[in-house]
């Protein structure tokens, strides 16, 4: 035996032993996709117009502080639509100095003056565009932190579309039982915020209860609210078990953030219920201690996703460290709230748009027939290819295991999904692989009747076929790198399997098979018939 086959045969069986071990065993190394697994998938569509109002909000109290600074503050701030600010009763005098000071402390708007002594302040395409993409972004990373702590396995997590699409977010999750649950904690935004309670002149903060209604509200401040203060709803239950809405008085801005947690997690409250413990970084810790040494006596209320969860009395100086209650907790809601404030809030609002939920017996059921039809059609083959080619044929079959355990140690390697349609790119994998040997035995066989010796017949045969044998599985190889490139899903897993069944169809096709006719030959050099 040459050196050259002991090394190919060498190869050959390392390749063989190396996939063999990844791939054991194959129920644990083998990632199941969503439709084999169960679980639910879910596309979400980023409410980038959120991002760029929040942002139009945070610029209208910086402009009307920086331009009260120095005495230059309008009558009155206002949103323009999503993306613009409108400052009116601006001093004609001192519009050139107020267009000057914005212009400089805030380049992302461009001003234009729609009257005397108006202003209005839109945020420069470029800008707008960059707070939409980093609103997609941040929502992607938060719900990539909300699913590793929830502790779902393997989850898919990726932005989808394209120009004005692309404020879509893709998520998988196999395995997953509860699926209202998980969607309510990746959906909502949990964006976490403190504001003092202003309440109306002449009542004592202890003995202030907030309406059922907004023109009540209105009329405890002269029928209009003050326009540092905002009506924000708390829903509570009675104790007939009826629930019912007030509204509080609270300022607009937000002296603390959910964005200045350090941590959060599970608590009880005085009464042993269920509460959310958090901890502020050092420099909210500082704010926190003097606000609540400034305000002692009055109502302090805690805002999550634009609703009141309770507005308690501050009766002493806090730090950096307190409890959020009275929000009806139960342990699983209080769990999860924890969970959504340590991975942070959502930047904008997230609607569904698409959403599918597939049990996990019926995963089970189609693992179960794509396996039993798979080694069906695997039989058919090899039974056919023993019977048309003979012995031969147990080369093929030999080249067909060897294909399929590379394609399964590849997949386990990579960490690649298995799905429905990747089962249907390893049957039809199968096919084309049965097809090259199929090529080179109708050569051998022709060389053969031609009167060529056995050895000269298979050398011959590699090399007439191998020409058809590229160009075939190149060609299929080309549309499948297309629908991975530009698919989703179940599209992509049907393309990664074909796509690796192929590469590896050509290296048994061409290198393996023969090197076993190779071994054949230099075992027996007087062969003067092959069983073909």
């Given at each position: 035996?040459?050196?050259?086959?002991?090394?190919?045969?060498?190869?050959?069986?390392?390749?063989?032993?190396?996939?063999?071990?990844?791939?054991?065993?194959?129920?644990?190394?083998?990632?199941?996709?969503?439709?084999?697994?169960?679980g639910?998938?879910?596309?979400?569509?980023?409410?980038t117009?959120?991002?760029?109002?929040?942002?139009?909000?945070l610029?209208?109290?910086?402009?009307?502080?920086a331009?009260?600074?120095?005495?230059l503050?309008?009558?009155?701030?206002?949103?323009?639509?999503?993306?613009?600010?409108?400052?009116?009763?601006?001093?004609?005098?001192?519009?050139?100095?107020?267009?000057?000071?914005?212009?400089?402390?805030?380049?992302?708007?461009?001003?234009?003056?729609?009257?005397p002594?108006?202003?209005?302040?839109?945020?420069?395409?470029?800008?707008?565009?960059?707070?939409?993409?980093?609103?997609?972004?941040?929502?992607?990373?938060?719900?990539?932190?909300?699913?590793?702590k929830?502790?779902?396995?393997?989850?898919?997590?990726?932005?989808?579309?394209?120009?004005?699409?692309a404020d879509?977010?893709?998520?998988?999750?196999?395995?997953?039982?509860?699926?209202?649950?998980?969607?309510?904690?990746?959906?909502?935004?949990?964006?976490?915020e403190?504001?003092?309670?202003?309440?109306?002149?002449?009542?004592?903060?202890?003995?202030?209860?907030?309406?059922?209604?907004?023109?009540?509200?209105?009329?405890?401040f002269?029928?209009?609210?003050?326009?540092?203060?905002?009506?924000?709803?708390?829903?509570?239950?009675?104790?007939?078990?009826?629930?019912?809405?007030?509204?509080?008085?609270v300022?607009?801005?937000?002296?603390?953030?959910?964005?200045?947690?350090?941590?959060?997690r599970?608590?009880?409250?005085?009464?042993?219920?269920?509460?959310?413990?958090?901890?502020?970084?050092?420099?909210?810790?500082?704010?926190?201690?003097d606000?609540?040494?400034?305000?002692?006596?009055?109502?302090?209320?805690?805002?999550?996703?634009?609703?009141?969860?309770?507005?308690?009395?501050?009766?002493?100086?806090?730090a950096?460290?307190?409890?959020?209650?009275?929000?009806?907790?139960?342990?699983?809601?209080?769990?999860?709230?924890?969970?959504?404030?340590?991975?942070?809030?959502?930047p904008?609002?997230?609607?569904?748009?698409?959403?599918?939920?597939?049990?996990?017996?019926?995963?089970?059921?189609?693992?179960?027939?794509?396996?039993?039809?798979?080694?069906?059609?695997?039989?058919?083959?090899?039974?056919?290819?023993?019977?048309?080619?003979?012995?031969a044929?147990?080369?093929?079959?030999?080249?067909?295991?060897?294909?399929?355990?590379?394609?399964?140690?590849?997949?386990?390697?990579?960490?690649?999904?298995?799905?429905?349609?990747?089962?249907?790119?390893?049957?039809?994998?199968?096919?084309?692989?049965?097809?090259?040997?199929?090529?080179?035995?109708?050569?051998?066989?022709?060389?053969?009747r031609?009167?060529?010796?056995?050895?000269?017949?298979?050398?011959?045969?590699?090399?007439?076929a191998?020409?058809?044998?590229?160009?075939?599985?190149?060609?299929?190889?080309?549309?499948?790198?297309?629908?991975?490139?530009?698919?989703?899903?179940?599209?992509?897993?049907?393309?990664?399997?074909?796509?690796?069944?192929?590469?590896?169809n050509?290296?048994?096709?061409?290198?393996?098979?023969r090197?076993?006719?190779?071994?054949?030959?230099?075992?027996?050099?007087?062969?003067?018939r092959?069983?073909?």
């Amino acid at each position: 035996m040459n050196l050259d086959l002991r090394w190919r045969l060498l190869l050959t069986f390392a390749l063989l032993i190396l996939c063999g071990y990844v791939v054991y065993p194959p129920a644990e190394q083998i990632r199941l996709g969503l439709d084999l697994k169960g679980g639910i998938h879910i596309v979400m569509r980023v409410k980038t117009d959120d991002a760029v109002r929040a942002e139009i909000d945070l610029s209208q109290e910086r402009i009307r502080s920086a331009l009260g600074e120095k005495g230059l503050a309008p009558q009155r701030t206002s949103a323009d639509g999503t993306n613009a600010l409108l400052l009116e009763g601006i001093d004609p005098a001192r519009a050139g100095e107020v267009r000057d000071l914005l212009g400089r402390q805030f380049p992302q708007f461009q001003a234009s003056a729609p009257g005397p002594g108006r202003l209005r302040m839109q945020l420069r395409a470029a800008d707008e565009s960059g707070i939409r993409d980093s609103a997609v972004r941040q929502a992607l990373e938060t719900i990539r932190n909300r699913v590793d702590k929830f502790g779902v396995a393997e989850p898919t997590i990726q932005r989808q579309g394209a120009g004005a699409r692309a404020d879509r977010v893709l998520i998988q999750l196999p395995g997953v039982e509860d699926p209202e649950r998980v969607k309510d904690l990746i959906g909502s935004p949990a964006f976490l915020e403190w504001k003092l309670v202003k309440v109306p002149p002449g009542i004592v903060a202890d003995q202030f209860r907030p309406p059922d209604n907004l023109d009540a509200l209105s009329q405890m401040f002269g029928g209009t609210l003050p326009e540092d203060v905002e009506a924000l709803p708390q829903d509570l239950v009675g104790q007939d078990g009826k629930p019912f809405r007030v509204f509080w008085p609270v300022t607009r801005t937000s002296p603390i953030t959910g964005n200045d947690l350090k941590n959060a997690r599970r608590d009880q409250d005085r009464f042993g219920g269920p509460a959310v413990n958090f901890l502020l970084t050092a420099d909210a810790g500082r704010r926190f201690q003097d606000l609540t040494r400034q305000h002692q006596g009055q109502l302090l209320a805690i805002v999550l996703d634009r609703k009141i969860v309770s507005a308690p009395r501050i009766n002493a100086v806090i730090a950096d460290q307190g409890i959020i209650e009275g929000g009806n907790f139960t342990l699983e809601s209080a769990e999860d709230l924890a969970l959504k404030l340590r991975s942070g809030a959502l930047p904008a609002g997230m609607e569904i748009l698409e959403e599918r939920t597939v049990g996990p017996s019926l995963g089970a059921d189609s693992v179960r027939q794509g396996i039993v039809a798979s080694i069906i059609g695997s039989i058919i083959v090899v039974l056919f290819m023993l019977v048309f080619y003979r012995m031969a044929g147990s080369n093929a079959v030999f080249a067909l295991a060897l294909n399929v355990l590379i394609l399964l140690g590849a997949m386990a390697y990579f960490k690649s999904t298995l799905t429905l349609p990747g089962i249907a790119g390893i049957a039809l994998s199968i096919g084309m692989s049965v097809d090259a040997n199929v090529l080179v035995f109708e050569r051998i066989r022709e060389e053969m009747r031609n009167g060529r010796t056995v050895k000269a017949a298979i050398g011959a045969g590699f090399e007439k076929a191998l020409t058809a044998i590229v160009d075939g599985n190149v060609t299929t190889l080309i549309p499948a790198f297309f629908l991975y490139a530009k698919g989703t899903g179940p599209v992509r897993g049907f393309a990664l399997t074909l796509s690796v069944g192929i590469l590896a169809n050509l290296f048994t096709a061409v290198f393996v098979s023969r090197a076993l006719f190779d071994a054949l030959l230099t075992l027996r050099p007087r062969m003067e018939r092959l069983s073909i």
